[in-house]
């Protein structure tokens, strides 16, 4: 069994910590012990709730093996990631030694933050036995800040578009040939506001556009940038006017045919869209000229009530099967975070014959295109300038 919490409802859990111990909740020194321990408890898990596909993957698959194998519930507690960082900083100034949040999705950004401000726990890779399976590379730094075992490698992922062939034609090829196309199409073309991950990322591919590397070691971005984006806001949807919220109000754009494009991070998500019916069935992937990779990550919090219980849905999590199950388009197509050559004949085996689909991008050209993030620090430098566009 599962409980969705609603977005307010930490507030409620937050009014009866008076009533917790001060003491802060022990790790047990083995899985074993944590699994053992964990028998019969609940499990806060925080995340963005924005994905019908991860909330299914979640509720249908995890949960119900978490439930027949560990005797585990899982609470999911739908939630942005920042909103979820202020409530943890929240607790450690109030020294609140049992906080309402076990475990939380994170990276970038808040990551950064979250780690800046010590609040995350420093003991649990050693907890995870399927932490030794995990892609070395892709734990190692998150957006290049060392993980330094405050987090652990959920999966791995690269920006791409996709649109909708029946009504697009030719297809840009770079950043540059999508602006121009946006001049011939006017209104059919938008993306996120920055405060959105997947909207914010687009702008940092715009600036590789223009800058490539040079943009790591600049403290501002030059003003002719937004004089250019700002520029470009009358061919977009709404004149520019206005900006879709987030990734799934894109996503409801893209779905009802007002625009003919939408983005994200996970080249296999849109298969799933497809199949269910909500997607266009023209829909194929676009990989322009340069392709952002992200590693996302799963954290528990300094002060976790139930840390034991966030180890054991973490190591179900890394299984092969629940990865197997994550990328395949099922739910998700959520790229895996393990190595596939640590795995067995028939994981590794499993993981090469998953289908490619007609909505994933050429795997070669992908790779061909990768290229690593800014990091936060320019993230940070998007949200600043984002004004002079949204005016």
Not at 101 to 129: H, K, S, T, Y
Not at 136 to 161: H, Y
Not at 164 to 187: H, M
Not at 237 to 264: C, F, H, I, N
């Amino acid at each position: 069994m599962i409980r969705i919490v609603k977005r307010c409802a930490w507030l409620t859990a937050l009014l009866m910590l008076a009533a917790c111990g001060t003491e802060r909740a022990k790790l047990a020194p083995t899985f074993e012990q944590a699994a053992e321990e964990a028998a019969q408890t609940t499990v806060n898990f925080y995340l963005w709730g924005g994905d019908d596909g991860i909330n299914r993957y979640l509720d249908e698959f995890v949960a119900p093996r978490l439930e027949a194998v560990y005797d585990i519930e899982l609470n999911r507690v739908p939630m942005d990631t920042a909103e979820f960082v202020r409530q943890l900083s929240l607790d450690k100034r109030a020294e609140r030694a049992n906080g309402t949040i076990d475990l939380m999705w994170i990276n970038g950004d808040n990551f950064r933050n979250a780690a800046e401000a010590d609040l995350l726990r420093e003991d649990i890779l050693d907890a995870i036995p399927n932490a030794a399976l995990l892609n070395e590379t892709a734990q190692a730094t998150d957006a290049g800040i060392p993980t330094e075992g405050l987090e652990v490698a959920w999966g791995n992922v690269q920006f791409v578009l996709h649109y909708d062939a029946d009504k697009v034609k030719n297809p840009p090829e770079t950043f540059d040939q999508l602006r121009r196309w946006t001049e011939e199409n006017p209104g059919r073309f938008t993306y996120p506001e920055v405060t959105d991950f997947t909207g914010n990322a687009f702008i940092r591919h715009l600036l590789y556009a223009e800058y490539g590397d040079a943009m790591r070691d600049m403290d501002t971005i030059p003003d002719e940038f937004w004089d250019e984006l700002a520029a470009w806001s009358p061919n977009l949807w709404k004149r520019g006017e206005t900006y879709p919220k987030s990734l799934a109000q894109l996503d409801q754009l893209y779905a009802s045919g007002e625009v003919w494009m939408t983005m994200g991070f996970n080249e296999r998500r849109a298969e799933a869209e497809v199949n269910a019916g909500v997607f266009p069935d023209g829909t194929r992937a676009l990989v322009l000229d340069y392709s952002i990779a992200s590693t996302h990550f799963l954290a528990i919090p300094f002060n976790a009530s139930n840390p034991n219980g966030a180890v054991v849905v973490i190591e179900e999590l890394l299984s092969p099967e629940a990865q197997l199950m994550k990328q395949s388009d099922t739910y998700w197509g959520d790229g895996t975070s393990l190595d596939v050559e640590k795995l067995d004949h028939t994981d590794r085996e499993a993981f090469l014959a998953l289908d490619e689909g007609v909505t994933y991008p050429d795997p070669i050209e992908l790779a061909e295109r990768q290229i690593a993030d800014y990091g936060p620090d320019v993230i940070d430098l998007v949200r600043e300038g984002w004004p002079r566009v949204a005016r």
